[in-house]
């Protein structure tokens, strides 16, 4: 068994979901015009519709603000107006407002809707979909990242604007924990407000399960306090309606749950059989919900000359309870097949996280997802083998991610919460990476790939999209993210934003 610490340099040479592949939006259908296939990479030029935004009516919004306002061409811009997902970098905000309070947010969206101007706001700025970009007005949240703890309550209250990272700093700092990403620079608004999943959400629900407040600026830019019994609706909606669509998250409020010591793990094999990918499959399945987990898979290149790739598989997470336990649980896999590189440490809870974080390198990415409604049956294998086998090295790089869902997820009914995907044990994350200089036809042939191996897992899979992870290509994205949720959303969406303020190619319409 290899040492922790050369396991993590391995791990930090390989490329990951997020250092290469990560995630983001799709095409529709099988045929793409180069038109359309050179904007979604990022070669679109300034978007036409938006007015021409005088320097009398920049003075405006400047003067109502606290924070800072960079414009085209100032320093700072770059840097503030680069999404994560690098394919969208050519969508340039004619304006970034780094807002230092929630009255900052306010008089944005009021300029905005006094003159016009089309708006998105970014905490992390990790929309797979570019949808925290705009042509328009960026309202940046990154200064609101200050945190509180209160002991008493075990309650922790953080900004709109904080990131995982700060995140992992404040609860760490307390020995206390939510269940979090592991993206270190992914917000924790766009995290939770889409449901928010992690390692810990099998043991203890998704991470806006455990929401008891939130600060919304709305449309109209009044400050409001949402909670159980003030404004409930628009709280209700908040756990799991997706950011962007109700109002700006300014600040979260929390439970907290007390943290010790966990195991950690990271397995991987080279050229898995089905047989081994099936044994990790049932025991994990097998395995209790103080066990949280994520199978990684990807194509590799054949020991044997011409012959189809393999499957590279790797499996890591998270364990509460002893190093020893957590060894018989994986004994089942171990068994069917050595792993070429295996760690198993207990650690304090926070070094264990630490071990477990990725960070999120920009990239172009695209990914497809599906909640799991059942067991995986061997035919999801059988397409895995299947469409694996038909990836081309040429094409960039490809991925199946499966998380481990089910558990205290499923706890709670489908109409708790805004988050309606309460019936699921697993949750499938389809992904594509490319470099900007790889050719228009592989480009075209990967998406092809990726369109045809969603194709036949959909139906396998049986649950609907995450609304975290946005696929512009989906026809049926209100009920695959949303489902018999979806009225009362729209019901909700009517009463705060009845002009349609925050809208975006996926954005929850007013009745």
């Keep these: 068994m290899e040492t922790l610490q050369s396991t993590k340099a391995k791990n930090f040479l390989r490329l990951t979901r997020r250092s290469f592949l990560g995630v983001g939006a799709a095409f529709a259908g099988e045929a793409l015009s180069g038109r359309a296939f050179s904007a979604s990479f990022g070669t679109a030029k300034a978007a036409t519709g938006v007015p021409e935004i005088s320097p009398h009516t920049w003075k405006k919004l400047k003067n109502n603000l606290s924070g800072q306002l960079v414009r085209y061409g100032q320093f700072g811009y770059t840097r503030l107006s680069a999404p994560n997902n690098a394919r969208y970098r050519g969508i340039k905000p004619a304006g970034i407002a780094v807002c230092a309070n929630a009255d900052d947010v306010a008089a944005c969206l009021q300029w905005c809707r006094q003159e016009n101007i089309p708006l998105a706001t970014r905490s992390g700025g990790h929309s797979y979909a570019g949808y925290s970009c705009t042509h328009g007005l960026l309202i ?72 008891v407040s939130t600060e919304v600026v709305t449309a109209d830019g009044s400050i409001l306090t949402a909670n159980a019994s003030d404004y409930s609706d628009l709280f209700w909606a908040c756990r799991g309606g997706a950011g962007g669509n109700f109002g700006v998250n300014t600040e979260f409020t929390l439970e907290t749950f007390p943290v010790d010591r966990i195991a950690v793990f990271d397995l991987t094999w080279t050229g898995a059989s089905d047989e081994l990918i099936i044994s990790v499959i049932r025991a994990l399945e097998a395995a209790p919900n103080t066990l949280g987990s994520k199978v990684y898979m990807e194509p590799t290149t054949s020991t044997k000359f011409g012959s189809p790739p393999e499957i590279m598989l790797r499996i890591y997470g998270q364990y509460h309870g002893t190093k020893t336990e957590l060894m018989e649980i994986l004994s089942p896999m171990t068994a069917a097949a050595k792993p070429a590189s295996e760690t198993v440490e207990s650690l304090p809870y926070w070094e264990g996280q630490y071990f477990l974080a990725e960070d999120g390198t920009p990239a172009c990415y695209q990914s497809r997802s599906r909640f799991v409604n059942s067991s995986l049956p061997e035919s999801f294998i059988e397409e895995v083998r299947l469409w694996m086998s038909r990836w081309e090295k040429s094409q960039g790089g490809a991925y199946l991610s499966l998380f481990q869902t089910g558990g205290a997820i499923n706890d709670y009914a489908a109409d708790a919460t805004a988050f309606v995907h309460r019936s699921s044990q697993w949750l499938f994350d389809l992904g594509i990476g490319w470099d900007p200089s790889q050719s228009l036809q592989s480009k075209h042939r990967a998406h092809r790939w990726q369109n045809g191996f969603y194709a036949a897992l959909v139906p396998i899979a049986g649950g609907g999209a995450f609304q975290n992870f946005p696929d512009p290509s989906l026809t049926d994205w209100e009920d695959a993210y949303y489902g018999s949720n979806l009225p009362r959303l729209r019901t909700i969406k009517t009463k705060y934003d009845p002009g349609n303020l925050f809208r975006f190619h996926q954005s929850i319409r007013p009745l």
Aim: charged fraction near 15%.
């Design 140 to 211: 940046n949240l990154s200064s609101l990242d200050a945190w509180s703890y209160d002991e008493t309550s075990g309650r922790v209250t953080v900004g709109g604007g904080i990131l995982n990272s700060a995140v992992y700093t404040a609860l760490g700092s307390v020995d206390r924990s939510i269940t979090h990403g592991r993206c270190s620079t992914v917000g924790a608004a766009g995290f939770l407000l889409g449901g928010g999943i992690g390692f810990e959400m099998r043991a203890r629900g998704m991470g806006s399960d455990k929401l």
